[in-house]
């Protein structure tokens, strides 16, 4: 029975395309429910970072891009999307970081029963996207070494 | 059960196939494996495995086909690392599952992770770093209407170890109601939210004559609010019955006792001008949940009852951190805990007295937690914990950045047995210097001070970046206080794009270990320690 299973889904994944934004339901600030493949909108690429509370160099990287946010915006058009992985118990205190954090310039978004972190295969925080204007992931990474930023800004200008 | 799981995901898979030839899907994987070549280390009686060899491995995939998804997981524990739950051993297809998402309609058959509200009356979830995988093997079905109502059903039994529990049976329903969007407010986010949650285990006939059932129903009924930045959220939340064990059986003959579980939440934040302000009260009691009654393993839990209090990332300020306290049997009654915590951020702006050129942020945290005065009650009786944090990041120039960190915590080392509570005072500064925008070296130093247990600690780190594969560490946590012994540790990691590797020796005290980039929860152990992960 299990290698029936197992070969249907070696079927399925025959036709396989390149990885793009899945469709997941998560919160935004105020609590409300947003379908993640609204983030999408055909115009800007974006970066996708996935942090915790208790993940620090997650939070040293939001904040190192968040340091840079205005001038970069001037050389490349692009939207930074912060994805909280906290589950309940964290999600206020979440709010309140990002808040205490000046972090008013990222769509943030609370993924509290983990949907978009699974669908998305993030095993390890932070964890890093840049995503093109029509959704498909043309880049991760996993870590954050301090200057590690730069990077990003380099294929974020590429896709202008 | 499993048979009728199988041929249902079968069926899908065949449908799904179906579908996905006129939409083009996508397959998206990870792998990870954490292996320790472990050493014999007299110093700190670390524990050593037969072979001294521990591996943890992990093969996730799924994938996307339109509305279709599928996915599984393998996992392979040859043996598992030590400290893990022993019910984690060997190589197996734990997880499998196929979804379809059709709009507002889901049907999901196989393995799925999902929570009831903040999870005290129900969670099941996975966490590697605990050994956690409570992953429900059944099936779930969700519907939500416009953005007014939506609704969940559940059916399965949830993991325990490398496999669903044989004998457990979970049904649940869960329900929301947007009265905001259904009454057209404008912002203002309303909405009463409930579940109804039945768990079915066999009980023997003496736990049986003893009032215990196998047929448990608990409940919860919420309800959250949010206008201009302020959020309320109330939870009650009604366990059903639990059984635990009888320390007085000697006394009254009776091997069990049933209690009723019940659970109170609120949670109320502010967050607006750079300000937020978190505040937390939680009552429990009796409200631990099992996945089955015939495990102790610390992945034995259908529900979620966290610490609320501050999260530390240092691991000297994780040397003795807060267990809630639920409601116990083992060694005295505790009916369960009452308490509740304060959290503060604060963005000092560019420009101002206080932030300077380049602004100062600032973390306040305060938390207490109590034993219950008798079965029932909401007055507090014994101090279980108590904390008081202030932390301070500052960017002092171009290259320099410098956050503080003072802690003080006091902590119930019996949880409430007695009334002893260790004290301790800590401080601790890191900072980062960028020599250039990609090289960066990183500077940690701590001390804690307390007159009980061990006495004091010290202990440092310094970290090389090279943005953005590389980075090397070398960290030392000392004792010198009591037992003199030193926490060395010492490591690398290298990164490319989606790839991580990791490499390091050193002796391990249990607790939050963070370096090169990512943190996670290690056992004690001694010895050299290879972790690799990516994904595709």
């Known amino acids: 029975m299990k290698k029936m299973l197992f070969a249907a889904l070696m079927l ?10 899945p469709s997941v339901k998560v919160e935004d600030g105020k609590g409300k429910v947003v379908n993640t493949a609204e983030l999408v909108d055909g115009k800007t690429p974006m970066i996708i970072s996935f942090w915790a509370v208790t993940c620090k160099p997650c939070i040293r990287e939001l904040d190192a891009i968040n340091d840079v946010y205005l001038d970069w915006i001037e050389e490349a058009n692009f939207r930074v999307v912060a994805v909280s992985t906290d589950d309940a118990r964290f999600t206020a205190q979440a709010r309140s970081l990002a808040e205490g954090h000046g972090w008013s310039d990222y769509t943030l978004l609370y993924d509290k029963n983990g949907d978009f972190k699974r669908a998305m295969n993030v095993q390890f925080t932070p964890q890093v996207y840049v995503v093109d204007k029509d959704g498909k992931i043309v880049y991760s990474h996993t870590g954050y070494t301090p200057g590690g930023e730069y990077e990003l800004f380099e294929i974020i200008k590429k896709l202008q | 059960m499993k048979r009728l799981v199988l041929t249902l995901l079968l069926g899908a898979s065949v449908l799904g196939g179906l579908r996905a030839q006129d939409t083009k899907g996508y397959l998206v994987g990870s792998f990870e494996s954490n292996s320790i ?14 072979g001294n060899f521990g591996t943890n491995n992990y093969l996730k995939a799924d994938y996307y086909a339109g509305g279709f998804s599928a996915g599984l997981q393998l996992e392979a524990y040859q043996p598992a690392l030590v400290g893990y739950p022993g019910n984690l051993e060997g190589a197996k297809l734990t997880n499998y599952y196929m979804q379809w998402t059709d709009g507002d309609f889901a049907v999901t058959a196989g393995t799925y992770y999902d929570q009831f509200g903040s999870g005290i009356l129900f969670r099941t979830y996975e966490d590697r770093t605990l050994g956690m995988n409570t992953a429900m093997m059944g099936a779930r079905v969700s519907y939500h209407y416009k953005d007014i109502a939506s609704v969940k059903a559940l059916w399965g039994a949830p ?6 529990a044989p004998e457990t049976l979970v049904r649940g329903v869960d329900g929301s109601l947007s009265l905001s969007s259904l009454l057209g407010m404008s912002g203002t986010t309303l909405s009463l939210e409930g579940s109804l949650l039945n768990r079915y285990e066999p009980v023997s006939p003496i736990v049986e004559e003893l009032g215990g059932k196998a047929s448990t129903t608990g409940y919860s009924a919420r309800l959250n609010f949010e206008r201009s930045g302020f959020l309320v959220k109330a939870e009650y939340v009604d366990g059903g019955e639990k059984m635990y064990s009888n320390p007085n059986i000697l006394i009254d003959g009776k091997s069990h006792l049933v209690k009723n579980g019940n659970a109170q939440l609120l949670e109320m934040s502010y967050s607006g001008g750079g300000l937020g302000v978190n505040i937390s009260a939680r009552r429990m009691e009796w409200m631990e949940s099992k996945v089955s009654y015939g495990s102790s393993e610390t992945n034995n839990a259908l529900n979620y009852l ?3 209090c501050a999260q530390y990332s240092y691991a000297i300020t994780n040397l003795n951190p807060y ?17 509740g915590q304060v959290d503060v951020y604060y963005n000092f702006r560019r420009g101002t007295t206080l932030g300077g050129k380049r602004g100062m942020k600032v973390n306040v945290n305060f938390s207490t937690y109590y034993n219950l005065k008798e079965e ?9 914990w108590r904390n008081v944090n202030v932390g301070v990041e500052k960017q002092l120039s171009r290259k320099m950045k410098m956050q503080l960190l003072y802690s003080m915590q006091e902590y119930n080392h019996s949880h409430g047995v007695g009334k002893g509570t260790w004290l301790s005072n800590i401080v601790v500064a890191d900072l980062l210097y960028k020599f250039t925008p990609t090289f960066s070296t990183r500077v940690e130093m701590a001390y804690l001070t307390t007159f009980e247990d061990q006495k004091d600690w010290m202990s440092g780190l310094v970290e090389v970046n090279f943005a953005p594969s590389w980075s090397l560490f070398a960290s030392d946590m000392f004792n010198h206080g009591d037992t003199k012994i030193h926490y060395y540790n010492a490591g690398f990691s290298y990164t490319a794009g989606r790839t991580r590797v990791a490499l390091s020796y050193g002796r391990n005290r249990a607790g939050m270990v963070c370096s090169g980039g990512v943190c996670r929860l290690m056992p004690a152990y001694t010895g050299g320690n290879l972790t690799v992960s990516t994904s595709f």
């Open chain 2, 37 to 50: 070549l472990y050493s014999a280390d007299d110093v700190t009686g670390a524990q050593r495995p037969d």
């Open chain 1, 12 to 21: 399925l994944i025959s036709s396989t395309a390149m990885a793009q934004i």
């Open chain 2, 306 to 308: 966290p610490a609320l």
């Open chain 2, 376 to 384: 029932g009650s909401f007055v507090p009786k014994t101090l279980l």
């Open chain 2, 323 to 339: 267990i809630p306290q639920p409601g116990t049997t083992s060694g005295h009654i505790n009916s369960g805990e009452i308490g």
């Open chain 2, 159 to 164: 993991r325990l170890g490398m496999e669903a």
